[in-house]
């Protein structure tokens, strides 16, 4: 036995001083087993598994955390998505109203009010879209984009190439990065 065993040694005896013997291993019982690396090599093992253990919930507890936030983020920012599916009807009738006036009639004094009226109502409606994310797709001239439109006809032409959309027959909308509808649009083919 080494100074460093011996020194050990008396260092546990002084702290089981005063321990009840029944608390207390028999020490005469480990004595005829040979000391080897086997016991501390399986207790090494279960420590090195549960430190994976450890670090796998960690990972996962952090992925939870990720995800909660990115749901909250996205919650914020499309809250109003049903709402601003519906309003777009309020936009595509404040449309029809101002095309059902013709262009010579605009400027008739009993006309002139409420033209100028659903004007400014379309602007400010158009301004409250732009304040939260909701943009109109740009569809005409454009190719046929499906992600964003969606073909209703194919009108024969060799004005426009086809897959092109020549006519926009109800607008579409993003609210950010998010089709919110799409454009109802008919494209070109080729005439037979």
Do not use: C, W
């Not at 011996?6 to 013997?21: C, S, Y």
């Not at 005829?32 to 420590?47: T, V």
């Amino acid at each position: 036995m080494n100074e460093n065993d011996k020194n050990r040694d008396d260092a546990i005896e002084k702290e089981l001083d005063g321990v009840p013997e029944e608390y207390l291993d028999n020490a005469e019982d480990d004595e005829g087993l040979p000391e080897d690396d086997n016991g501390m090599a399986a207790l090494l093992e279960q420590i090195e598994a549960a430190k994976q253990e450890v670090l796998y919930a960690k990972a996962d507890t952090q992925n939870v955390r990720r995800r909660m936030e990115k749901e909250v983020a996205d919650a914020r920012a499309y809250a109003a998505t049903g709402f601003a599916r519906d309003i777009l009807s309020v936009a595509d009738n404040l449309k029809r109203a101002l095309d059902a006036v013709p262009e010579d009639m605009r400027e008739h004094s009993k006309l002139e009010g409420l033209v100028a009226g659903i004007e400014a109502t379309q602007r400010e409606l158009e301004k409250v879209f732009g304040q939260h994310g909701i943009s109109r797709i740009a569809a005409m001239g454009m190719p046929l984009d499906p992600n964003q439109h969606s073909a209703m006809m194919e009108i024969p032409t060799a004005d426009a190439e086809p897959g092109t959309v020549v006519q926009e027959m109800q607008s579409g909308y993003m609210i950010k990065d998010r089709l919110l509808r799409p454009a109802m649009v008919a494209v070109a083919k080729k005439p037979d």
